[in-house]
């Protein structure tokens, strides 16, 4: 597949509302046949770049190209070839869900079976019941539904899964796996990086409507010099320790503090606390918290930005 | 060709039957279409029901030859008359309790209120009675031959007027407060983001608008002819054809009503504003030539007048299509304007 043309080529694309440029000239290339994440906080811009290259937002300059085709000339072929669930629509609540998705059907020439739609998202059950009556992970699937049942060769998914308790995320990861394993190009907006490291090849990392971050998650995280991240938290009014003397530490790859929290990223945690202990230990201050991770896109966006992606 | 034909029509039948469903499975639509117009002609019909011929209340002030007087009508029937001081007559006379005070006298003194339609009647039949009796004769012989004709009564009036003013509620609200609902959710977005051609999504409003034109006007007019006995004197197909158009027509307003806004308060507003003026200008519960003669070529213009002098043509007067040409080319060009007015400045985000 690798002769194929990028399923998105995106350049210089830029939308600006009034006095906020919500999207600031950015580039990207999305392969076919692969999973591609956008990931920032609120506001970052990533609903204002899908929807341009959804075709549904006018941009103010650049080009958008989807599956070789755009939008000025062939907007209904493009349409024919793409499925989107935008971020928050409330489908009509009044009508069954089957016959929400057969709605969707009769738009696309060609496409899946109803029922065999209803299976993949796993919406059986809930057939013929009307999508009022629906909890937010049914509602986000019968989105997903809509969005499949053109069989279309590119997925777009604006935050599929804010909000849903860990089960219905899972079942939804399952049904993008699918349709990827199907040779389907999938473009997903998340806060969730454990969703992007899951199930993006590559994804972009957008910050004030620009790109501040691009590559595969494995070579984002190692672009943070290390996979292990540790934090820890001096008790009130102790001193506080230079960074110099934390970096110096046996494998500290690179060291931040805010306050008494302290965040040091190293390759190997268990040769780094033990020098840390003897060093508070040698000063007289406590510690009061000490917690250690493995290095995610979180740590990366913290230390690109300063600030985390969720606030929670 | 007719593949092609058959890939335009399917998503269409499929938004008019999903809009059709969604109106159907609201109760308060259900209500606002087919039970409030049959109340509210159910209201009406019994309040301005035609009454037996009126008794006259007329005070007598007391003074010579009074008691001769209220014996003279009493004698004569279908008056209410009494002697009361001239203070009580005069009371009486301004709170609306009779129409007519008798002054007696050597010329006798009708007093009065001439604005008042009872009042005038009240003086003709007193002073013929009275005049009567003192032995007038008529010069010429004359005889009544009492008629009440279904098709003058104010019910069969009313009823033309109410279906107008449903067919332009149900057309205005139906096309117009779904299209603000669609772009709130964002359904409209998403629908926009699929194949489907903006003229099916406008489209099915009035192909939804049809299927419920039917049950909406064989309710009402059935009620109406059931209870009230109101007739239809012109055929069938012209009634059809003029709820038809009228439909239509308020359909195209209602999309153009809701081309623009973006919330439901904002529609609500701007329908409100739309037909607020047509509930009372265009002869829905009277006559719309009550107006002065100024406002006239303004109010024949308005659609919901049109509508109704061609319904009330056909059910009243029992017109064909061919005499109704003026007021259903006014809801032809009114809709036909709106729906084309509509597609350019529809706002689809
Ligand atoms: N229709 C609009 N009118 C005005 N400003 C807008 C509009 N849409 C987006 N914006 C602004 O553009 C910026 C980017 O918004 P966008 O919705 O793309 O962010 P996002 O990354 O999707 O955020 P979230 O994670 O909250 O969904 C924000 O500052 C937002 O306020
Ligand atoms: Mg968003």
């Known amino acids: 597949m690798s002769s194929a043309p990028p399923a998105i080529r995106c350049r210089s694309l830029a939308k600006r509302y009034k006095d906020v440029i919500a999207v600031d000239g950015i580039d990207l290339d999305v392969p076919s046949g692969e999973c591609f994440g956008l990931l920032g906080p609120n506001g970052a811009g990533k609903t204002t770049t899908v929807e341009m290259i959804e075709g549904l937002v006018a941009p103010d300059g650049g080009e958008v190209e989807v599956l070789g085709l755009c939008w000025e000339r062939d907007a209904i072929a493009l349409r024919e070839r793409m499925g ?77 899964t804010t909000g849903l308790d860990p089960q219905s995320r899972r079942q939804l990861w399952d049904v993008i796996e699918q349709f990827k394993s199907r040779g389907g190009t999938v473009v997903l907006t998340t806060h969730y990086m454990e969703e992007a490291e899951r199930l993006c090849e590559h994804v972009a990392v957008m910050d004030h409507g620009k790109v501040i971050a691009l590559g595969s998650p494995r070579e984002l995280i190692a672009s943070l010099g290390a996979d292990h991240v540790i934090e820890f938290a001096l008790g009130d009014g102790a001193p506080s320790l230079p960074e110099s003397v934390l970096a110096a530490l046996p494998g500290v790859e690179a060291v931040r503090h805010d306050g008494p929290r302290y965040t040091l990223t190293a390759a190997e945690p268990h040769c780094v606390i033990p020098a840390l202990m003897v060093e508070l230990e040698r000063r007289g201050v406590a510690m009061t918290e000490l917690l250690t991770h493995q290095a995610s896109l979180e740590d990366l966006f913290l230390s690109l930005t300063g600030r985390h992606l969720r606030d929670t | 060709m007719s593949g092609s034909l058959r890939r335009y029509l399917d998503p269409l039948r499929e938004l008019t039957l999903a809009r059709f469903r969604e109106q159907l499975r609201q109760p308060e639509v259900l209500f606002w279409v087919f039970a409030f117009p049959v109340l509210l002609a159910l209201a009406l019909g019994l309040a301005f029901r035609n009454r037996p011929a009126e008794t006259i209340h007329v005070a007598v002030e007391s003074g010579p030859g009074a008691e001769a007087l209220l014996d003279d009508l009493q004698a004569t029937g279908g008056f209410a008359a009494s002697v009361v001081s001239p203070e009580v007559a005069q009371e009486e006379l301004r709170t609306g309790q009779v129409a007519l005070v008798v002054v007696p006298g050597d010329s006798l003194v009708y007093r009065f209120d001439p604005t008042r339609s009872d009042s005038r009647l009240a003086r003709l039949a007193t002073d013929n009675a009275l005049q009567r009796a003192e032995g007038r004769e008529d010069v010429r012989v004359t005889r009544d031959r009492l008629v009440t004709q279904r098709g ?54 009035i192909s939804a608008r049809l299927i419920l034109l039917l049950p909406e006007v064989v309710v009402l007019l059935g009620f109406a002819a059931a209870v009230f006995g109101v007739p239809v004197r012109g055929s069938v197909l012209s009634l059809g054809v003029v709820a038809l158009l009228g439909a239509m027509c308020f359909a195209g307003m209602g999309l153009l009503t809701a081309s623009r806004a973006q919330t439901a308060e904002a529609v609500s507003g701007l329908m409100n504003l739309v037909m607020l003026p047509m509930w009372v200008l265009s002869g829905v519960f009277f006559s719309s030539s009550r107006f002065p003669a100024a406002m006239q070529p303004f109010i024949r213009a308005l659609p919901l007048t049109a509508l109704n002098d061609a319904l009330r043509g ?36």
């Open chain 2, 152 to 205: 003058a009564r104010y019910i069969d009036f009313l009823i033309p007027g109410l279906l107008g003013l449903n067919l332009m509620s149900t057309g205005m609200w139906g096309c117009g407060y779904s299209v603000v609902d669609a772009r709130r959710r964002k359904l409209m977005k998403r629908l926009l983001a699929s194949p489907m051609r903006r003229s099916q999504y406008l489209l099915s409003f």
């Open chain 1, 84 to 160: 989107v669930a935008l971020q928050e629509t409330r489908l009509a609540e009044r009508l069954k869900v089957v016959e929400v998705i057969r709605l969707f059907r009769s738009f696309y020439s060609e496409g899946h079976d109803v029922e065999e739609i209803l299976d993949v998202v796993e919406l059986g059950e809930k057939r013929d019941a009307w999508v009022e009556k629906l909890s937010g992970g049914q509602r986000q699937r019968l989105a997903i539904a809509c969005a499949l049942v053109g069989n279309p060769d590119i997925l777009f998914l604006d935050e599929p």
């Open chain 2, 314 to 349: 056909v059910m009243i007067e029992g017109a064909s299509l061919g005499a109704l040409a003026v007021p259903l080319a006014i809801c032809a060009l009114w809709g036909g304007a709106s729906f084309a007015l509509a597609l350019r400045v529809f706002r689809w985000h």
